[in-house]
């Protein structure tokens, strides 16, 4: 009873927080407009190319920005103001959301759906850089528990509650109600929170020029390179990426080929994560609120790895159903860690450059994955790609584990990383 009381305690404070509130509530309401918008965008481009295959074609668009913009995107974030990085992406996808409404050919789809997808590029790594900013670094799992189980049942509530309407009433309002998700979002940031500078930002040092950016972004992969923390754990992510990248996409194919069941199983399954992944952040602060543990990032891997093994032995349901769940728990635990972990151990002054990295190495090995995945399934059937996955991210969690068995975390004032 005492632990529930000061999880909730914790939660709470963090939630009535004058800094992180209007930040919060500003992404609940993004995050409604976003399911949303995806749902809407699906049946889109369905009437529009009448092909499914067309929907597939959105993870290129939607990956390869990432991949291309990231390094700038990070130079950019650790040299100006992140709030208004955050308030101008916002803006941006609100125009850009806004035009989805007129779109009626494929091209023009995937273009807009390029340029929103180059937009977060920016405010992804932006808003992981500042909450460390607005909130003490004791409250980061906190606020990150909450972020993260607050944007899943707002998620589950749009798809369950008014997901279907897409199909009756038609896209454009979804798209208009995502546009002033946005607008809702960047006024909220730009009026009611305190975003301090950080050390990138104001260094009388700083460069400026395309030499600049250069030495800059040298300077990024530097730091990357010969931090033990960073160069780590970004060994490690690029295996969970890989391993990860094909299951996740085929699992709709697990469901049909292996599952044997109608696309209502597969809706099944996806219920079944998101509810782990509603409830992974909250059991964790129920356990504990003490973040800085290795194992709270890796042992997920090592369980969903796991998972992903017997879930291609299993065929029954229920049995499919608990393994999704267990899932949604294990990745939502660990990336709340993760999240809490990145934000405190990473200097201040290149975390814009960091986040980015991880974004392009990740969506860099999830685009390897995936083409790895699709052959094998061709070839030697679905199995073998969670076989396959689920061993590599359970080594991958045990390679974490090794990494960092004796690691120290840092103190709390961590000195400039040099320019």
């Excluded at 405010?123 to 990150?144: D, E, M, Q």
């Excluded at 993260?148 to 369950?160: D, H, K, M, Y």
């Excluded at 979804?174 to 006024?187: H, Q």
């Excluded at 934000?343 to 190495?361: H, K, M, P, W, Y």
């Amino acid at each position: 009873m005492l632990a529930r009381l000061k999880v909730g305690r914790a939660y709470l404070e963090i939630v009535r927080s004058p800094n992180y509130f209007p930040l919060w509530f500003g992404q609940l309401v993004s995050n409604f407009g976003d399911t949303l918008n995806y749902i809407a965008l699906v049946v889109l481009i369905f009437r529009v190319a009448g092909q499914g295959v067309a929907v597939s074609g959105l993870v290129a668009f939607e990956v390869l920005p990432y991949i291309l913009l990231g390094p700038i995107a990070g130079v950019i974030l650790d040299r100006f103001s992140r709030k208004t990085v955050l308030v101008l992406a916002d803006l941006i996808r609100a125009v850009l959301v806004t035009t989805l409404i007129f779109a009626n050919q494929l091209w023009q789809i995937y273009l807009i759906t390029t340029l929103l997808t180059c937009a977060s590029v920016f405010f992804g790594p932006a808003l992981n850089a500042a909450i460390p900013a607005i909130v003490p670094r004791s409250a980061l799992l906190a606020a990150n528990s909450v972020a993260w189980s607050t944007g899943r049942l707002v998620q589950i509530i749009a798809a369950a509650t008014v997901g279907g309407l897409v199909s009756w009433a038609g896209t454009g309002w979804a798209f208009g109600f995502n546009a002033a998700s946005f607008i809702v979002s960047a006024l909220l940031i730009a009026l009611a929170v305190k975003i301090p500078a950080h050390a990138g930002q104001v260094a009388a040092t700083a460069k400026r020029g395309l030499k600049g950016f250069w030495n800059d972004t040298q300077a990024g992969f530097r730091y990357a390179r010969r931090d033990f923390f960073v160069s780590r754990i970004l060994v490690v992510q690029a295996l969970a990426s890989l391993a990860v990248g094909g299951t996740s996409a085929l699992l709709v194919v697990l469901n049909e080929k292996h599952l044997k069941q109608p696309p209502a199983g597969f809706a099944a399954l996806i219920g079944a994560i998101g509810f782990g992944a509603l409830l992974g952040p909250l059991f964790l602060g129920y356990f504990t609120q003490n973040y800085r543990n290795i194992a709270l990032v890796f042992m997920p891997y090592v369980i969903r790895g796991v998972g992903d093994v017997l879930i291609a032995v299993f065929t029954p349901l229920p049995v499919a159903l608990v393994l999704m769940f267990i899932y949604g728990l294990n990745t939502s635990t660990g990336m709340v860690v993760y999240n809490s972990l990145m934000q405190s151990e990473i200097a201040d002054e290149v975390r814009g450059r960091v986040f980015t990295l991880f974004d392009v190495v990740w969506n860099v090995m999830k685009l390897l994955s995936l083409g790895i995945a699709g052959v094998l399934a061709d070839q030697f059937g679905v199995n073998v790609v969670y076989y396959l996955g689920g061993s590599l991210l359970l080594f991958a969690g045990l390679i974490g584990l090794r990494f960092f068995k004796d690691y120290q975390f840092k103190p709390p004032e961590i000195s400039p990383v040099s320019q």
